[in-house]
């Protein structure tokens, strides 16, 4: 099991700036090889929506209403991925998420053994007022 914390985010008036950050830990027993990490966002009645995610070949995508806002950036050695958020609007307040999404590696060389998996972090609320 994979977890993903967090942390960041908060009240912020319209024109600024916040900074989200994830870290991934844990995976006892396997070796969790990550291959893209992403922040998704969800207003309450709405799909939860892709904001950004970073793949491991470096390669970012990023949602069509944070481009040019928005920049995403990745340390795979430690697993941690930040969201620096400028230039907000009344419209990116959510509750933000990250996952992770990956494959967990046990066993010797003979019999390793591949199991794809996909991890959330708990949310965090980020505000923004007019």
């Known amino acids: 099991q994979v977890q993903l914390v967090e942390a960041g985010g908060g009240v912020v008036q319209a024109g600024g700036s916040l900074r989200l950050s994830c870290a991934a830990s844990?995976?006892?027993?396997?070796?969790?090889?990550?291959?893209?990490m992403g922040w998704f966002r969800q207003i309450p009645g709405k799909q939860r929506e892709l904001v950004a995610a970073?793949?491991?070949?470096?390669?970012?995508t990023y949602g069509d209403s944070v481009k040019d806002r928005f920049v995403i950036s990745r340390v795979n050695t430690k697993k941690t991925l930040s969201l620096q958020m400028n230039s907000l609007k009344p419209e990116d307040a959510a509750v933000y998420y990250c996952?992770?999404?990956?494959?967990?590696?046990?066993?010797?060389?003979?019999?390793?053994?591949?199991?794809?998996?996909?991890?959330w972090g708990q949310g965090t609320q980020d505000t923004v007022s007019a």
């Open positions: 844990g995976s006892p027993g396997s070796d969790f090889r990550i291959k893209t």
């Open positions: 996952d992770a999404s990956g494959t967990h590696i046990s066993g010797s060389n003979v019999d390793q053994v591949y199991i794809d998996s996909e991890y």
């Open positions: 970073g793949a491991s070949n470096g390669a970012t």
